[in-house]
């Protein structure tokens, strides 16, 4: 996934949407500051907003279509960036130095003029990339920066299985491992288990992981797990150009479908989409009564991708 302007990833702005049942406490905003290990400010500011809205929102749209551009105005209403603040994890520091002086050579896949800010990103896409760390062409744009998927990871920590559903070249499955007891990692595609399960060597996790090279919409029937990782295909680096990235712009899974057999493995999901998703129709996936919580990580005021959070995974300090 290419998540443009990407330097790190761990400024977060959060948007909690509560059912019913919370719908008599009146709307709250909360900001949090907190600095993580390496010392990037993550900053979190909460909407309160019930779900059943956009839920019913999202019927009306579907009787009656709007244009894609009432949509971005919904979307811009909504996003609310409010850090410029940040730091890149590896600016100043001795490592970054000891980087710099050994010239690399790129490799063949990423040695292309639109896919080389990519290779200069190599070390937000694995902190540990000069050990070994193997990407395809594909996965190049794929991967999820290590600090979303970190973070993703840490809020996950309970959870003794977690499924990666779509684990690409082992951006997540790599920090899911590193934080719960056991990894199901799935992939349609054989070079990329063969990606991930050299990656999770280098990170020494590969003994946490499972993998299974098959078509998740098959397999799911036959997996269990405490939450469920959903990060599909986004068609390439193209979604940056539309407007608005609606659920059916998924290019190998229908979303809705992917979501309902999700909920057979887990009942908490993760979704992880691109930064200009439609919210209100990731929001109606909850059902109407239930939660989502939207998170927008953030670099230089700069919506970089969205996570939503189903079931218990919800942060539930609101
Ligand atoms: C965006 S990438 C995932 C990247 C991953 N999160 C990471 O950080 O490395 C999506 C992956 O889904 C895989 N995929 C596509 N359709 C699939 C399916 N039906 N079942 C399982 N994997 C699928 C692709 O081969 C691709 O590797």
């Known amino acids: 996934m290419d998540v443009d302007g990407m330097n790190v990833a761990a400024e977060a702005v959060v948007e909690i949407v509560p059912g019913p049942a919370k719908e008599q406490r009146p709307p709250q905003k909360r900001r949090e500051r907190v600095r993580n290990s390496i010392g990037v400010l993550v900053e979190t500011l909460r909407i309160f907003e019930a779900v059943r809205e956009a839920a019913e929102e999202e019927e009306q749209k579907e009787q009656s279509p709007k244009t894609s551009e009432d949509e971005a105005e919904v979307i811009e209403d909504k996003v609310q960036i409010i850090l410029s603040d940040s730091t890149s994890p590896d600016r100043g520091t001795r490592k970054r130095k000891q ?5 690399k050579n790129v490799p063949e896949e990423v040695d ?26 594909e996965s190049w744009f794929s991967v999820t920066p290590e600090e979303i998927a970190k973070h993703v990871a840490e809020r996950c920590r309970q959870c003794d299985v977690v499924v990666d559903a779509f684990c690409g070249a082992g951006g997540n499955t790599i920090q899911f491992a590193l934080n719960c007891r056991r990894v199901i990692a799935v992939d349609i595609d054989p070079a990329k288990i063969l990606l991930a399960t050299n990656n999770a060597r280098v990170y020494g996790v590969q003994d946490k992981i499972e993998f299974i090279c098959a078509d998740f919409m098959q397999v799911a029937a036959t997996l269990k797990a405490d939450a469920i990782f959903l990060s599909p295909p986004w068609g390439g680096p193209d979604y940056t150009q539309k407007q608005v990235f609606n659920l059916e712009d998924l290019s190998c899974v229908d979303a809705k479908e992917m979501f309902k057999v999700a909920k057979t493995v887990s009942e908490n999901v993760i979704m992880y989409m691109p930064r200009n998703t439609n919210r209100k129709q990731l929001m109606s996936l909850a059902g109407v009564g239930n939660l989502v919580e939207i998170e927008q990580s953030v670099f230089r005021s700069k919506v970089v991708a969205l996570t939503a959070y189903f079931g218990k995974l919800i942060d539930s300090n609101f």
Do not use: C, N
């Open 99 to 103: 980087r710099k002086k050994k010239k």
């Open 112 to 137: 292309h003029p639109g896919l080389h800010k990519y290779w200069t990103r190599r070390y937000q896409l694995f902190s540990k990339f000069d050990e070994g760390i193997q990407l395809d062409q």
